[in-house]
């Protein structure tokens, strides 16, 4: 039997239990192992999503506001939408052409027809219906409760860029519980207004702007010139149609905006100096299976 | 040493199963064979476990009527244990309590306690946790406020002290430089045991033409069942000859379930389904290599199990594991599944030339691990608890603030509610109307009762193996 002190259970030591040697005791603790300090630039371009996604839920609701203030002619609003459809289309068409083979896409082409008149036609059907929804109940509680849904709307929406051309798209479930809560918002809002047709153009401009922008940015990929265009545009028009309805909430909204873009990411930043993640044997082990 | 009175305070007591479990009974059995008193302090189990019990040998149980949340434990609630505690403690005239397990809430409040009877206060850590999801940071946090005043620390490995000193904040300011800590001197490895006599090796040498692996676990994801599903097939791709008996239940039955009728193994992949822990040596003493493939394992006691019963064990190098076997009775693997394939081959290239001695490994393992040994240690700690100075409450308060700005003053206040529930206790329930307890069982009285009644014994003994 040595002297020594060894790290085993089984041999009998001389040492008292609770002898520790100070040089080995935690040597196998690791701090940050996998850590990768962020810098300042890449995060604002990255929080360039939340950004967009604010903007149009501003340009929304200010539309919304224009349609009931009765600022704004629904058949423009139809027209805007369906002009909004096939630029985005196009582009999305301009993306797909790099990624998947002929066959694949003109199939995606008809699906994609196919469920846009379907959608169509359900909506201008169920207008009257949608109109009346929520007569019963105070325009109080629906601007709460609409509020409380975009909300939840902006919080759970899914503001990762997928790469151009890679394979399977993953939607969570968060994702689809975010458009789910902006959609029933529109529902909501929709339900105010005063005729079939305006109903009608709200929720097609909703879908529009919550189910499918939200595909075609995420389909845009990481951040480049691209998207900072974008970002720059969808600021500028949500600023200018807020601002005719009401200045405080105007200047609200970009104090918000600007906080976002530059200041929530230095905060980050900075506070990355206070990570300590601490990795040692007493973790659960990742199993790495071939296949 | 002089025989004390010790009370072991935990969640996790016969009638439920488990390592924590037999860890207190087995201590408290061979403490009480050093001629000590010890009590066990725990909850209430369904339907009518409640009261006052006595197990062999001279064990007195006491079943609090607490009810637990989730996997047998109770809710911290910090005050409403002090008042049995405290009746408890007197009546038995308990010098030390002993709380058991990191997630045993009775444990912690009993350490909370018993500085209001002038009870010195050990606490023993089974497992391990890691540092970053929202239970762990929880239950760290309630560990490091119990764990600011105890008086000692009792780890099951190397591995789980380094764990438990890191999230239980067991380091002190030096004195003599300001910036620099130390780990407390009062924190002990003192590993489990088992008893080598209920694992004892087939007198059969084992065949080396059929080659049986024993897989023997729960069948959930901590265990590596995943690595398990990837490599069966491939070794038996690989290696003709080889049979595996997995026994357990779980909610990854249904992977091996799969990958057995996949790769058509029905024929050499054999389930046993649960498997009682009376029956555990007779499955072992089937096969001749052990495989362990969990993912963390703060000591791995079913591995000794194993190696105690003759088997030769491949095991992933994590948690504990490293430490409790001497490297010619164990192959490690890291956690990947070329790895697992490459240590099985090893130790199926050891089998098949007869290296390994399962009589030998038997007689190794018992000088290893032995309950007298362990509780002989566990003794030293007490009586080095007993021997240092008691913590005033005043010094109590200052390390308590220390535990952080906002932690610190809430363990405080909890510190000082419960001083004034103490002293109204004090006054409801005066000590001098309490019911003292007289009678004492001991080691003579005890044997000689033993032989008056032998079938008594038979049924003791019983008792104990399910324990």
């Known amino acids: 039997m040595s002297k020594e002190w060894e790290k085993v259970l089984w041999k009998r030591q001389h040492q008292p239990d609770n002898y520790i040697v100070t040089g080995s005791f935690l040597s196998s603790l690791r701090r940050n192992a996998n850590f990768r300090p962020y810098t300042y630039w890449p995060l604002v371009l990255l929080s360039c999503a939340i950004t967009q996604h604010l903007a149009t839920i501003f340009i929304f609701v200010s539309v919304f506001v224009r349609l009931k203030e009765n600022f704004l002619d629904p058949h423009t609003l139809v027209w805007i939408s369906v002009g909004c459809f096939f630029t985005g289309y196009l582009n999305w068409e301009l993306l797909d052409r790099t990624g998947t083979s002929h066959e694949h896409r003109h199939a995606n082409r008809v699906k994609a027809v196919k469920s846009s008149i379907l959608i169509f036609l359900a909506l201008m059907s169920l207008s009257p219906v949608l109109k009346t929804l929520t007569a019963a109940t105070s325009s109080d509680s629906i601007w709460a409760l609409s509020a409380i849904l975009f909300g939840i709307n902006a919080l759970l929406a899914d503001y990762s860029a997928i790469s151009l051309g890679g394979g399977e798209v993953h939607e969570r479930l968060t994702s689809v519980l975010s458009m789910n809560a902006a959609i029933s918002a529109s529902v909501v809002l929709a339900s105010r207004l005063a005729n079939d047709l305006a109903v009608f153009a709200l929720i097609l401009f909703s879908v529009q702007v919550f189910a499918l922008f939200p595909r075609l940015r995420r389909r845009l990929g990481r951040p480049s010139a691209l998207q900072l265009a974008l970002t720059l545009v969808l600021f500028s028009s949500s600023i200018a149609v807020t601002r005719s309805i009401s200045r405080t909430v105007t200047w609200i909204y970009a104090a918000v905006q600007l906080g976002v873009t530059f200041v929530a990411p230095a905060f980050l930043v900075w506070a990355q100096k206070f990570k300590n993640e601490i990795r040692g044997p007493w973790d659960v082990a990742v199993p790495k299976v071939n296949c | ?467």
């Open chain 2, 1 to 467: 040493m002089h025989p004390i009175s010790i009370a072991m305070i935990t969640d996790f007591f016969h009638p439920a199963v488990g390592g924590v479990e037999s860890h207190v009974y087995m201590l408290s059995a061979n403490l009480i064979r050093r001629g000590h008193k010890v009590i066990v302090i725990t909850h209430s189990h369904q339907p009518d476990r409640v009261g006052v019990r006595w197990l062999v040998p001279s064990l007195k149980v006491y079943y609090i009527p607490f009810v637990p949340i989730a996997s047998s434990a109770t809710l911290p609630q910090f005050l409403t244990f002090l008042p049995y505690l405290r009746t408890i403690l007197i009546r038995e005239h308990i010098h030390l309590i002993h709380a058991h397990a990191g997630l045993s809430s009775m444990g912690h409040e009993g350490i909370l306690h018993s500085h209001l009877l002038g009870v010195r206060t050990v606490f023993t850590d089974h497992s391990l946790f890691g540092f970053d999801d929202a239970a762990s940071i929880l239950t760290n946090k309630l560990l490091a406020g119990t764990l600011k005043n105890v008086d000692a620390v009792i780890c099951v490995s190397h591995t789980g002290r380094e764990n438990t000193v890191l999230r239980g904040e067991l380091f002190e300011k030096s004195d003599t430089d300001p910036d620099g800590i130390s780990v407390r001197d009062s924190v002990y490895v003192i590993p489990n045991a088992l008893v080598p006599d209920r694992f004892q090796p087939s007198p059969l040498p084992p065949s080396t033409e059929i080659i049986t692996i024993v897989f023997l676990s729960r069948l959930v994801y901590r265990k590596g069942i995943d690595l398990l599903v990837a490599t069966a097939p491939r070794i038996c791709r690989d290696f003709p000859n080889v049979r595996f008996l997995i026994g357990g239940d779980g909610p990854k039955l249904i992977d091996i379930l799969q990958m057995r009728e996949k790769h058509l193994l029905q024929d050499r992949i054999k389930l046993l389904g649960p498997v009682r822990p009376a029956d555990v040596c007779s499955v072992l003493t089937q096969g001749s290599i052990y495989m362990s493939t969990a993912l963390t394992e703060s000591f791995g006691i079913a591995i000794l199990e194993a190696a105690c019963a003759g088997l030769y064990v491949v095991s992933t190098r994590v948690g504990g594991v490293p430490e409790i076997l001497p490297k010619d009775m164990i192959s490690f693997a890291n956690p990947d599944e070329d790895d697992v394939c490459r240590a099985v081959g090893e130790a199926i290239k050891i089998i098949s030339e007869g290296k390994h001695d399962p009589l030998l490994a038997h007689e190794r393992i018992k000088t290893f691990y032995e309950w007298e040994h362990v509780a002989a240690r566990v003794e030293a700690v007490y009586d080095a608890v007993l021997k240092s100075p008691q913590m005033e409450l005043w010094e109590r308060m200052q390390r308590t603030m220390q535990l952080g700005r906002f932690a610190g003053p809430i363990y405080t206040i909890i510190l000082i509610v419960d001083c004034l529930f103490f002293l109204f206790l004090e006054w409801w329930m005066p000590r001098e109307d309490m019911d003292f307890v007289r009678e004492r069982w001991d080691q003579e009285g005890f044997v000689e009762l033993a032989r008056k009644a032998v079938t008594v014994e038979a049924d003791g003994d019983e008792t104990a193996r399910t324990n």
